[in-house]
């Protein structure tokens, strides 16, 4: 069994942070360890939620207990998403680090989870700056969406062309693999979903349908991340992962559109992301 332990957002209702991507991962076969940064009553996207951010120490000290049960060598991968505090970002790096001293092999995915006003995403100040000169060093994977890999690389990315500048930018800043979870206005063809995978081996392209929503369920960048990394963990080409990570999640979003709900219907597409019903392909660009 392969052991993530993934340090993200808590809700108590409905779908966002562990809550979107824990139950998908373990679907996959592999575990999670799920540490939670805040425990929020509901998504930000709400407008208003209650609940608290964890302590940053409370990062430190769980890891520290596992380790003294001399558990920690079993950790395969780090994650991280929605992030309390400003103070969480080196914490989290130096739980990677822990984690590294007992097992080398260990990598780190970082969804750099910003905020996003037009969304109504809220992050705590200063985690911006932590994600990009702290965490994006550090990574071996990072999952931005369109407004995250501006931030990260530094370009405005106003087309296709720059967003394949901006994703071999982030590949010269530490992480080995981009996946860019929805390039939005930047993609080919406004009338889909796509996403870009950019690694050593070159950048790859996949589209599949928009779903038109009346209120864009939030989560689907916590669920892409968390499944991306499992589909790795589970020994599938980064191809493979791509393809399987993207055609799942659709089928997700499928379910939630057929529902007629704003929350991600994880537990009713159950079965749909251990075998996706789609078969989008993905190609290579360059
Ligand atoms: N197939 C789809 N059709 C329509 N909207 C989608 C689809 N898949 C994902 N979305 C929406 O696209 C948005 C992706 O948001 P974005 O900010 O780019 O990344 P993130 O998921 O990290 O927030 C989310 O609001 C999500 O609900
Ligand atoms: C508490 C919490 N966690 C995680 C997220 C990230 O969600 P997404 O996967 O849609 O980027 C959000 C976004 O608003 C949030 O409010
Ligand atoms: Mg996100």
């Not at 080196?90 to 750099?112: G, Q, S």
């Not at 369109?146 to 994703?167: K, P, Q, Y």
């Amino acid at each position: 069994m392969k052991n993530i332990l993934s340090i993200q957002s808590h809700v108590v209702y409905g779908y966002a942070g562990n809550k979107s991507a824990t139950f998908p991962m373990q679907l996959l076969g592999v575990d999670v360890w799920a540490l939670n940064t805040v425990q929020f009553s509901n998504h930000t996207q709400y407008g208003k939620w209650t609940g608290m951010v964890i302590p940053k120490e409370q990062i430190g000290e769980i890891v520290r207990g596992i380790d003294e049960i001399n558990a920690l060598s079993e950790c395969n991968a780090v994650l991280s998403g929605y992030i309390g505090s400003a103070e969480q970002v080196e914490e989290i790096v130096n739980a990677f680090h822990y984690v590294k001293k007992r097992n080398p092999n260990a990598i780190y995915l970082c969804d750099p989870v910003m905020g996003h006003p037009d969304k109504g995403c809220i992050v705590a100040d200063g985690v911006k700056e932590g994600l990009i000169n702290i965490a994006m060093p550090q990574a071996d994977i990072i999952t931005p969406n369109l407004v995250e890999l501006r931030e990260l690389s530094g370009l405005s990315v106003n087309n296709f062309e720059e967003a394949i500048e901006a994703v071999k930018i982030i590949l010269s800043k530490g992480p080995k693999k981009v996946l860019v979870k929805h390039l939005s206005k930047v993609g080919k063809d406004s009338s889909q979903f796509e996403m870009l995978l950019a690694t050593s081996e070159g950048i790859w392209h996949i589209s599949r349908p928009l779903h038109n929503f009346t209120k864009e369920p939030v989560g689907v960048g916590d669920l892409t991340a968390g499944l991306f990394l499992a589909n790795l963990l589970n020994g599938k080409s980064d191809l493979d992962a791509f393809e399987h990570t993207a055609n799942a999640v659709n089928d997700v979003m499928e379910t939630t559109h057929n529902a007629g709900v704003y929350e991600l219907q994880t537990i009713a597409a159950r079965d749909l992301i251990i075998n996706p019903q789609s078969h989008y392909k993905a190609v290579k660009i360059s």
